[in-house]
């Protein structure tokens, strides 16, 4: 199987297979039983990059990169707890997407949900919250050659990015209070969550001026010295 090959098998099951356990797992578990869903959506979330490993050390060197990104990002989403939605979480993200590819960038997203969530709160939202941050890193790999030449777009994309996530994650607050997806609930949702959601993209957009410059140039030079594609 050609590499090509294993990217869409691999993006198909990011994209179909995740929001599929999401909503199963909504629909027919109990509230209780919300870690079966978790630990679906975390092997899917694993399987794009599985496909593309192929056992050299540039793999493992990336899986590493990956590892310590998502690990700055789940520790950085507890130090800022005290500030209620202004997290490096995803800029953090955003930056591994870029400089990554798309399994890393997705990877990231959902297990820096995943593993944070062990000390802010694991729960129903957990798997949304996963699928949300994943997408974002997916995007922001998709649109690399673009918004990494610029911190204008970086940051456009940032912002954009909070809007996105909180869009995602009032489905999982309609589906929680309904138990079905009400279009009214959910609009009245995502307006009444704007000043969230405003907060949620300045620190997006603070972060990302902060830290997107040093970070893409370390992995861009770790990148460069073992031959990292």
Known sequence: MSKKTKSVIGYLILLLGVPAAVLVGHFFFPE????FTTLIVSVISIIPFVLQFENNETDLEKLIIVAVMTALSSVGRIAFEALPHFKPVTAVVIITGMYLGKEAGFMCG?????????????????????FSWGTIGLLAAVLADYIKKNIV?????????????????????????????????????AASSLPVTAVYTVSNIVFLLIISKPFGKVIERIKLKYGIN
Do not use: C, H
């Open 32 to 35: 209780k039983q919300y870690a």
């Open 110 to 130: 959902a297990f820096s949900a995943l593993i944070s969530n062990f000390s802010i709160g694991q729960g129903p939202w957990t798997p949304f919250q996963m």
């Open 153 to 189: 777009l970086t940051v456009l994309f940032g912002g954009a990015a909070g809007f996105l996530y909180s869009l995602l994650m009032d489905v999982f607050t309609t589906l929680w209070e309904d138990g079905y997806f009400n279009f009214t609930r959910y609009f009245a949702k």
